[in-house]
């Protein structure tokens, strides 16, 4: 089993940054793929970006491309996302997730394990 833990989330202005966390536990093999996805209310659940934990290769939606970055510590099984530039339309609850057996993919059904998710709010 895994255990995804999210930390970061909070209240910025418009304009503003926040990092978010993932720390993954209970496994001692790294997963294939780690991304972040967001679900604002009465909405689905949105691919946001990923990283493939062995190749480092990232992938971003167009929505946050050139405004977030995720990125990986291996050695802490650690998943980040840096956000800039945040927008009243970035606010939602933001989601960690692991694909062991699968590779990166924009589906939330691609990933096995999930975080309880972090909630982001931008407003002024």
């Not at 606010?91 to 699968?102: E, Q």
Request: glycine letters at 10%.
């Amino acid at each position: 089993q895994v255990q995804l833990v999210e930390s970061g989330g909070g209240l910025v202005q418009p304009g503003g940054s926040l990092t978010l966390s993932c720390a993954a536990s209970g496994r001692i093999f790294g997963p294939n793929v780690m991304a972040w996805f967001r679900q604002a209310p009465r909405k689905d659940r949105d691919f946001v970006a990923a990283i493939h934990w062995n190749t480092n290769t990232t992938y971003y939606a167009d929505s946050v491309k050139g405004r977030f970055i995720i990125s990986r510590d291996n050695a802490k099984n650690t998943v980040y996302l840096q956000m800039n530039s945040l927008k009243p339309e970035d606010t939602a609850v933001y989601y960690c997730a692991a694909a062991y057996y699968s590779g990166a993919s924009r589906r939330p059904g691609a990933y096995e394990y999930w975080g309880q998710g972090t909630q982001v709010t931008v407003s002024s």
